[in-house]
C-alpha cells in the first residue's frame, strides 16, 4: 500500500507538467519576471528523480538548452560539468533537451568507445538533463543552441544568452552580485524582402517609398548569421538592391564587387581575404584582430545596410552600393594591380616509382602507422592546388596563392598530411612536394587586389 501511495504522489508531482505541455496558454517569461514552479523528470546517469525549480530556490540555475544534433551543444558539456563542480551548491546546472531520452541514449553508444569522445561521455552521465522538453522551449523561447538562460535565487530570469559568456569568471561574478556582461539573445522579427518596413513597420509611409539607402548598427537577433538577401524587382525579374544584416565592412564589400570577384580569384561575390588590401589606419574595423574578442568586435564592427535603386543591371547595382559605401565608411575602395608576396606551385611534376599503375582516379586522406597522408592517384594538377590552399588558409598563411605549374598530365603521390596545419606541417608538405617535380615558393607578383583605403 505504501509503495502504491508513492508512486502515486511521484505521479501527481509530474502532473503539474503534463497540464503545462498540453496548454496553450504558456507565454514566454521575459527577463525580470518570476519563474513558475516547473515540475519535471531529472535525469542524472541512470537516475530518474521527480524534481522541480523550486527545489533550486537560493541558488542560480542555468537552463542548458541542448540538442544532441548540435556539435556546440555536444562539445560544450565538459565546460558544463566543469562549472557545476567549482561552483557546487551555489549553482545548478541543467541541460534542457527535445530530444527523447532513447533517442539520446542510443545517440552516445555511438561514442561509447571513442577516445575522442571520452570527455563528452563522461560529462553526460553526470550532468542533470531535462528529455523530450516541450515546455520549457515554450516558457524561453529563443533562436539556435546552447542558449543559455540564468535564473536568480529569487527565481527571476536574469537573461537569456549566448553559452560563450557562461564562463567561470562571469559565474563569479553572478554569486557576489557583481556587474556582469552576458551576451543576450533578443528575437526581432524582420521581413528581410522589405528592408523599409524595419522603420516603418506599420507601412504607412514605406508603400510610397521608391529609392532608399540606410545603414545602421549590429542587431542583436539571436543568432549570428550573416543574412544578404537581394530586393527585387518582379516587373523586370531585376535584383534592384539588398537588405542586409549584420555584416562586416569586408561582407558589404563583397557585395559591392560581387560580378567582379571572378578577378580577384574568387568565386563571384566571394572575395579571398588574401586578395583585399586594408590600408587603414584602423585595420581591426575591417578584418577582426586574432586577440579581440569575437562578441564586443561584432557589436562594434556589424552593420545593416539596405538599398533600393533605380538601375538597369547588375553593374550599375554594385557601383551605386560601393559609392554609398564610400560614403559611409569613408572609405576610397577600387580594384588596381599591386606587388604582393604570394604562395605559388611551380614545377613539371612526376611519377613517382612507388606510384601505383592503377587506372583509379581518387584523392583522400589515409591512416598508415598513426601517421595521416594525403593520397592522389590520377588525378590533376587542379586537385593538388585545391588542397594546398585549404592547408595554407589552415596554417593561417595568409599569402594569395597562385598555380604556376606546367604539369597537364594527371599526377599521383603521397604526401604528410595533418588535421589542423602549422608551419611545420607546411615545410613536411614542401619536403615531399620536390620528391615529384614540384615546388612550393613564395614570390612577388603583381596582381589584382581589391584595395581599401582611409578616405582623405
Known sequence: MKTMIASLIGQ?????????????SISPVQKGEQVSDIYFKEIKGNKILNSHLGAYKNKWVLLDFWSMHCVDCIAGLPKMELLQEQFGDQLKVIVVTPDKQKDIENFWKRFADKPFAK????????MSFIMGDTVLV????????PTHVWIDPTQCVHSISYANTT??????????NEPVFLQEKKIIEMDFSDPISWLDPQKQISDKVRYYSFLFNRLELGHFMRIQEPVMDSTRNLIVGYSCVNNSIVDLYNLAFKQRGGVLGGQPGEIPLN??????????????????????????????????????????????IQFELDQYFKVKSRIEKRRIRCNILKGFGKMSKAASRSKETFARMVQEKGKLFLIM????????????????????????????????????????????????????????LNDYGFELVEENREIEMLVLTDMN
Open 167 to 176: 564562463t567561470a569568471e562571469n559565474v563569479r561574478k553572478l554569486l557576489a
Open 12 to 24: 501527481l508531482l509530474l502532473l503539474p507538467m503534463v497540464l503545462l505541455a498540453s496548454m496553450d
Open 275 to 320: 586578395r583585399i588590401l586594408v590600408e587603414s589606419e584602423n585595420k581591426s574595423r575591417f578584418i577582426k584582430p586574432d586577440d579581440a574578442e569575437s562578441f564586443a568586435w561584432r557589436d562594434a564592427n556589424n552593420y545593416c545596410f539596405a538599398a533600393k535603386y533605380n538601375v538597369n543591371n547588375g553593374m550599375d547595382l554594385e557601383e551605386n
Open 119 to 126: 570527455k563528452w561521455v563522461e560529462a553526460e552521465r553526470s
Open 377 to 432: 592517384q590520377n588525378c590533376p594538377v587542379q586537385t593538388l592546388y585545391s588542397y594546398l590552399n585549404r592547408a595554407l588558409v589552415s596554417a593561417n598563411s595568409p599569402l594569395p596563392f597562385f598555380n604556376e605549374s606546367d604539369s597537364i598530365e594527371p599526377i599521383s603521390l603521397k604526401l604528410p598530411w595533418t588535421k589542423t596545419m602549422d608551419a611545420a606541417s607546411i615545410a613536411a608538405v614542401k619536403a615531399s
Open 138 to 145: 515554450r516558457m524561453f523561447p529563443h533562436i539556435g543552441v
